[in-house]
């Protein structure tokens, strides 16, 4: 048989299985401990990641691609608008790979300046009743310097956009500024030339007192000093969902008026309200950031806040609790120019992408639409339609 064939039954079988067998490899995965499992995982994708030809059956079996679904953004084509956020691959070990299962940009990292380790476990939780996870793991990887080689490496043959996220050290102080200003420049000149796009990650919970880079004064310095230093690679930050609505603004002036390229909305949060998880399991969990569905309302209202401060041209990545078709939409109805999976990657699992790209094209053939654009003006104005019928 040839490797066409094989791709094409390939193909066959996960377009009508794939739901089912990932029902029954998850829990199996999820008897193991939350990071021994993610661990398992990535392994597993190792042979795709380093072996080219079963790079491309799995990227011809697995992943779906329809013109109307491109994205042209920040001067880059990405195919589909469905992303990897970071978190996911935090040492890059692994761009190849998810790229052949069907997503159309990836984002590392977060990386730091200096290699470190995780905070002290246990610090993963899943919480299944709520579609969630709970982490503290403090960014993780092995350096800037380290991370971006092995990028640079690799990515010559991916045919999609690359992300970096980038992070302050745990172990440089945020007083002085300088010091931490410092950290980050250290970080973006490391990982700069493998990478088409660069985050900036001042919104983890998991780092002490990272997230107060996002009051406006401290960030203006912060942009101004990367941007200086930017040239034409677009730049952008992430922001929390935990913030308010008025410093939801604040930051969006400051990443206008630096010059940035836009937002990620939103990083995790520690908010717990309304969970079907029990307080004392909740007690017993204790600090970190929260992601999965629980924050999709709140992600999406960020969106819709960036998007409307921004304006049109700004890039606006929508990220927190999308987990099908129909949450991908309504983040880019809000706003958002892409978005990105991970906590529902973990609970879905890997033909997630697939799912959601095939979707967003049923969607845009019942609707008659004739490219992404036009699919999110026509549901648009359906529901408002709809809302004004009462």
């Known amino acids: 048989m040839t490797r066409l064939g094989f791709a094409h039954d390939l193909r066959t079988f996960s377009n009508r299985h794939s739901i089912g067998m990932y029902a029954l490899l998850r829990p199996i995965l999820f008897s193991f401990e939350p990071a021994r499992a993610h661990a398992v995982a990535m392994s597993s994708l190792a042979p795709v990641e380093h072996v080219a030809p079963l790079r491309a059956l799995v990227r011809s079996a697995v992943s779906f691609h329809d013109p109307r679904l491109e994205v042209r953004k920040m001067g880059l084509v990405?195919?589909?608008?469905?992303?990897?956020?970071?978190?996911?691959d935090k040492n890059g070990e692994r761009a190849r790979a998810l790229e052949a299962l069907g997503f159309g940009h990836v984002e590392l990292g977060t990386v730091t300046a200096e290699p470190q380790g995780p905070n002290p476990t246990p610090n993963l939780f899943r919480l299944p009743a709520d579609?969630?996870?709970?982490?503290?793991?403090?960014?993780?990887?092995?350096?800037?310097?380290?991370?971006?080689?092995?990028?640079?490496?690799?990515?010559?043959?991916m045919r999609v956009p690359v992300g970096i996220s980038i992070g302050k050290s745990r172990s440089v102080p945020l007083e002085p500024l300088d010091a931490a200003l410092e950290d980050y420049?250290?970080?973006?000149?490391?990982?700069?030339?493998?990478?088409?796009?660069?985050?900036?990650?001042?919104?983890?919970?998991?780092?002490?007192?990272?997230r107060a880079l996002q009051a406006a004064d401290m960030a203006r310095h912060l942009f101004s000093a990367l941007m200086m230093r930017a040239a034409a690679l677009p730049l952008?930050?992430?922001?929390?969902?935990d913030l308010s609505d008025d410093a939801v603004d604040?930051?969006?002036?400051?990443?206008?008026?630096?010059?940035?390229?836009?937002?990620?909305?939103?990083?995790?949060?520690?908010?717990?309200?309304?969970?079907?998880?029990?307080?004392?399991?909740?007690?017993?969990?204790?600090?970190?950031?929260?992601?999965g569905l629980p924050?999709?309302?709140?992600?999406?209202?960020?969106?819709?806040?960036?998007?409307?401060r921004l304006g049109p041209n700004a890039c606006v990545i929508g990220v927190g609790g999308i987990h099908g078709t129909e949450s991908a939409l309504a983040m880019l109805r809000a706003g958002?120019?892409?978005?990105?999976?991970?906590?529902?990657f973990i609970y879905e699992g890997p033909f997630l992408p697939r799912t959601i790209t095939r979707g967003l094209v049923k969607r845009m053939d019942a609707e008659g639409a004739s490219s992404l654009a036009d699919l999110v003006r026509t549901s648009t104005t359906s529901s408002a339609h709809r809302a004004a019928l009462g």
């Open 78 to 88: 990405f195919p589909n608008p469905i992303g990897v956020a970071a978190g996911l």
């Open 131 to 157: 579609g969630a996870l709970v982490n503290r793991l403090g960014f993780p990887n092995e350096g800037a310097k380290k991370v971006g080689a092995r990028v640079l490496e690799r990515k010559a043959g």
């Open 185 to 210: 420049v250290t970080s973006f000149e490391a990982i700069r030339s493998a990478a088409d796009f660069v985050v900036v990650n001042i919104s983890s919970p998991n780092t002490k007192d990272l």
């Open 236 to 241: 952008l930050v992430k922001i929390a969902p």
């Open 250 to 291: 604040a930051i969006c002036v400051e990443a206008d008026r630096a010059g940035l390229a836009g937002v990620v909305a939103t990083n995790t949060t520690i908010a717990r309200d309304g969970l079907a998880t029990s307080a004392e399991d909740l007690e017993a969990i204790g600090a970190g950031g929260l992601s």
């Open 295 to 308: 924050l999709f309302p709140r992600s999406l209202a960020v969106v819709k806040q960036a998007r409307a």
């Open 336 to 344: 958002a120019d892409l978005v990105q999976l991970y906590t529902s």
